[in-house]
């Protein structure tokens, strides 16, 4: 990867991501309405939503310290648009990280008149890319798809992705996905907005 930031893919990306909704399924939904009984269609977003889910029950089976993350993620409703087959990386924030940080607590994000904030938080822990630990040594940012830059850094042979330590230099790989345990939650303070091109 030749570029000075891994950068998101496409719009595209950032849009199925937006609200924790995927944009895509909506589509290929309306195309199976139309050409396929709408029962088939009720089945096969089922199966969709089942995939993704389960995908995400399986990270926190491997490692038990991120099965509060996995558990907003599904929460969220973004668990489909991250197995949708384009590569993401997850900056995953272990459950004391996310027991210990500043403003309202996991179980008050939870709460469907606060999905807006969970959202937000989630999608500051996402990059729409396969970032690899050499990659994580050797470039100095990463895009995030809120659209906003988390420093990478090896900091005296500890791998740092903002303010935060990966606990694992080895991600979990599941299909589409690498998900890297950190021990702080990602904050405005440690990224910073990428200006959008006109």
Known sequence: MTTKYLKLGTLAAACTLAFGCAS???????????STPSSQSTSSQAARTQSGAV??????????????????IKTAGMEDALTDGRDYTIFAPTNAALDSKNGR???ELMKPENRAELVSLLRAHIVADAVTPEAV??????????GRSVPLKNQNG?????DAKLVDTTPIQMGNLRVYPIDRVLTASSQAQIPRRG
Do not use: C, H, W, Y
């Open 24 to 34: 895509f399924n909506d589509k290929d939904s309306a195309a199976s309405q139309r």
């Open 158 to 162: 500890t791998l740092m992705v903002g």
């Open 137 to 146: 040594r050797r470039l100095p940012a990463a895009e995030t798809i809120d």
């Open 105 to 107: 607590s996991m179980d």
């Open 55 to 72: 995908t995400f029950d399986r990270i926190a089976q491997q490692d038990s310290d991120l099965s509060e993350f996995s558990q907003a």
